[in-house]
């Protein structure tokens, strides 16, 4: 009795079965999951609906499912494990330094391999060539660049006025910077500091301001790669002097490790005169600022420089061929000039290709707010964001050391030399 | 009578049997799968997990990160522990005594246990801030030199030590309260006609007569040093330099930021191994010296 | 319930005044965060470090707040979670308990040894291998999922144990002859008996489970079963800063049942505790 109903459902669930797969196969629309890292509602997810909507509306035969991650850890956590299980997203937008992590998985399909005509080779070569230096390794491309951004510096145009200086000129090389710095410093007799002169944040992300200060001084933190890390050469060494001695030499900057999270608010209180932080908090300072700011490329030693940041597609394995040229097409719209300079306007990200700036709403968006203009200028400059394999741990090493020197327990040659030595115990295994 | 017995037996299994499958599923298999795994090496990609010895113990034992993780744990249970037991039973006598406004004291040395630490973390984070943060308006209130409070190696374990006995000291403080409430008034009246000072009152009576209060808040309290990182997570990320890491944090680190699982099963046993130490030193010779009713 | 107070008396007024300013001190600086939490979150983001009497007051706050998350749905998550994780503790800890108490079966002792090793060895730290025992069952990223290993509660066991223990026999034969059931006998005898125990137990667990983050945090990730302590920590790891006034709205916000719930029921909920005897 048991048996035969058994028999009966499970009859009844695969004709039903059928059924429906048969009426997907007569439709054919191919559907598209994409994580989206983002952990909060409001702005960016209405942006990023409209886009998907607009782009089904184009496109009739295809359906974008934007799924809402979390942030850019929780994101790649999420992606990882249902491709894990056999039911990845055709389509994420993760941090560009997690390529490599993904290609030790075994995880992405290279664009490249999808991208395969005359047009698209093309396509692959309208983006800023510091953005595509994230996604490109072993001579194929892994990731399109979305939402990315960079090291800016914001100055306080009021302090800079009391303290004597050009309110309309931000410092344009290291030695200038130390300069303004001292003159925006105030301490008391006793040497109790009421205003810093620049804030560097050095706590959870140290790695990428320091390459705003690494790659001005022409040096390269990593192989292309991902395979070997240059922590020991001099110029970085030089590099880390420079910042240690902001604080330890100089007294323009404080002591010990100092708070991402509260490095606005410090600007925003007037206790320092210029931050360094993302292009993302642009809006941030715009809103809450009770005085005249102006945001600069980050001053220069060798020449300008500064890393980029922030996310790419990436297209994942076990997924059809349909699903993924379907997901390409997505890529390429959602990217291409109109779209990017959209999403630029819309979110404070940096437009990914020169196209995009050339667009009449950009360049209204620019003349309105021309700090906008800043984080492009400084792109020509720009180098991947640091990133090998085994990311995460090296990058560890890496903040260790940093931490390490700025706290005063190493100096910067010994905390360089710790962190190379401790990144290539990590990397052999990947050096063969 | 055999068969009573019996059916005694297997009644007294069958109440057992739930909750046992499930602490054995969520306790005792995770912590021999632990040990188990901290033997293999993590898969990755394509690559299975394949059996390593004792390899992921060699590598801890030349990891500084892991070495300072388990000392700053150690600083952390024994600035935490002693302090917010002490306050603890200072607060206990003072709301249980007859101190004016006890109620308003009572409830603000309990919120700290209802407010979620992760929230609370953030607030501490402006007190400690530099320049602003309400430490600095306060000692620059009294022309003390400004500090980085959590940017420095010297005090940052210190100031989550100091936030890890805030969120504490209510909590054990209210088994305190149920603790002295059934004491007998008597004791104190005979002490008193003894002409013991209050002083020797709280050490010659009330504090013995607490001891397996104290007992049962100690373990709580050390388990709560190795299981309490919240904090870390919002104020430090275990900086400057993992100066303060502690154990469960460097774990969760390895386990799901770096997706070492094998090195973070090794880690996991040490912990484990720790608090099975203690666990064993308080059954086998705390229990015996504490009076029970 | 007075009676200690008067005790206190035979020791003279010498210290009294010491003793009350350092219980004041203390009673301010262990309200001094949510006192913050209070003045920030109904002011605007400019008088979030500085103090300023006759500064407006604003609610705008709690409105950025809601809308940065779906609070709802964490308010909803946390509950069910809460109440799903404290059903769960009271109905197993009082079975095994009452095995415990009244029943001698072999492997008794070793039994309760392996419960009393979970006081020390508690899932909190076994995060690694419960999340691949998820995985492996399916339910990771749900609610179940942040529950089932604190649904056996080693705690709630040996608490409601030594209650048990101190219930006379007599009222248990004296159901028995009356053909009660073991479970009846449980259920009509018992657990009565225990109340306070479970009131008070019942504090702790909801006080902790509502409070709990790290096991949360790397089980789920989706809106649909994160409860508010993970959703409340989108605001302390943004790239943009921290907004003070934002997480102390949110604070409040979350913590208000607690906060409430503790406020009126301060007096049942020490009574417990004392009745319950624990210790």
Known sequence: MKKTLLQAWSCAALAA???????????????????????????????????????????????????????YQESIVKALTAYKSGQPPQLAVLLSTDMFT??????????????????????????????????????????VPFQRSTIVMYWNKDLFKQAGLNPDQAPATWAEMTDYAKKLTKADASGNVSQWGVKIPSTGFPYWLFQGLTTPNGALLMNEAGTETYFDKPAVIEALQYWVDLSAKHKVMPGGAIEWGTTPKDFLEKKVAMIWTTTGNLTNIRSNASFPFGVAMLPAAKHRGSPTGGGNFYVFKKTTPEQQQAALKFMKWVTNPKHAAQW????????????????????????????????????????AEFSTH??????????????????????????????????????????? | ??????????????????????????????????????????????????????????????DPVFWQSLWNNLYFSLGTIPLSIALAIAMALWVNGRIAGRGFLRLSYFTPTVLPMIAVANIW?????????????????????????LGSPSTALGALILVAIWKEAGFFMIFYLAALQQMSPVLAEAAALEGASRWQYFWRVLFPLLMPTTLFVLINALINSFRLVDHIIVMTRGGPDNASSLLLYYIYQVGFSYWDSAYAAALTTVLLA???????????????????? | MNRP????????????????????????????????????????????????????LTLQNFANAWNAAPFARYFLNTFLLVSMILAAQLVLSTLAAYSFARFEFRGRDFMFFLVLLQLMVMPDVLIVENYNTMNVLGLRDTLLAIGLPYFASAFGIFLLRQTFKTVPRELEEAARVEGASALQVLLKVYVPLAKPVYLAYALVSVSHHWNNFLWPLIITNSVESRPLTVGLQVFSSTDQGVDWSIITAATLMTSAPLLIGFLLFQRQFVQSFMRAGIR
């Open chain 1, 17 to 71: 079965g059928l059924l429906l797969s048969g009426g997907a196969v007569a439709q054919t629309p191919v559907e598209l999951t994409l994580y989206y890292p983002v952990a909060v509602g409001g702005g960016v997810t209405k942006t990023i609906d409209q886009m998907a909507s607009d782009f089904e509306k184009e496109n009739p035969g295809i359906k974008v499912k934007p799924v809402y991650a979390g942030t």
């Open chain 1, 102 to 143: 993904l290609i030790d998985e075994d995880a992405i399909v290279p664009i490249d391999s999808l991208a395969t005509s005359a047009e698209d080779k093309k396509w692959l070569g309208s983006y800023y060539k510091s953005f595509m230096s994230n996604s490109q390794t072993g001579g194929k491309t892994w990731g």
């Open chain 1, 344 to 383: 630029s306007i819309a979110t404070g990200y940096v437009a990914v290709s020169p196209e995009a700036w050339e667009t009449p709403e950009m360049k209204k968006y620019v003349a309105e707010v021309p700090a906008a203009a800043v984080a492009r200028d400084q792109l020509q400059y720009a180098v």
């Open chain 1, 390 to 432: 085994d990311n995460q741990r090296v990058t560890k090493a890496l903040n260790d050391g940093l931490q390490a020197a700025l706290t005063g327990a190493k100096t910067p040659e010994q905390a360089l030399k710790d962190a190379q030595r401790e990144a290539q115990r990590i990397l052999k295994p990947y050096q063969r």
């Open chain 2, 1 to 62: 009578m055999n068969r009573i017995n019996l059916q005694h037996q297997v009644t007294g299994w069958l109440l057992l049997l739930p909750a046992m499958l499930l602490l054995l599923a969520f306790t005792h298999y995770p912590a021999v799968a632990t040990l188990w795994h901290s033997f293999f090496s993590t898969p990755k990609g394509s690559r299975p997990a394949s059996f390593v010895g004792i390899e992921n113990y060699q590598v801890m034992i030349d």
């Open chain 2, 125 to 149: 984070l402006f007190f400690y801030t530099p320049q602003y943060g309400l430490l600095e308006q306060i000692t620059g209130f009294f022309g003390l030199p400004s500090h980085n409070w």
């Open chain 2, 274 to 293: 720790v608090l099975g130490t203690t666990a064993f030193i308080k059954f086998r010779f705390l229990d015996r010296r504490t009076h029970y009713q």
């Open chain 3, 5 to 56: 107070e008067q005790a206190s008396e035979h020791f003279g007024r010498g210290g009294y005044l010491l003793e009350s300013a350092a219980a004041w001190l203390l009673g301010l600086l262990w309200i001094l965060p949510l006192a913050y939490a209070v003045w920030t979150a109904f002011h605007a983001p400019e008088f979030s470090t500085r103090l300023e009497l006759g500064a407006p």
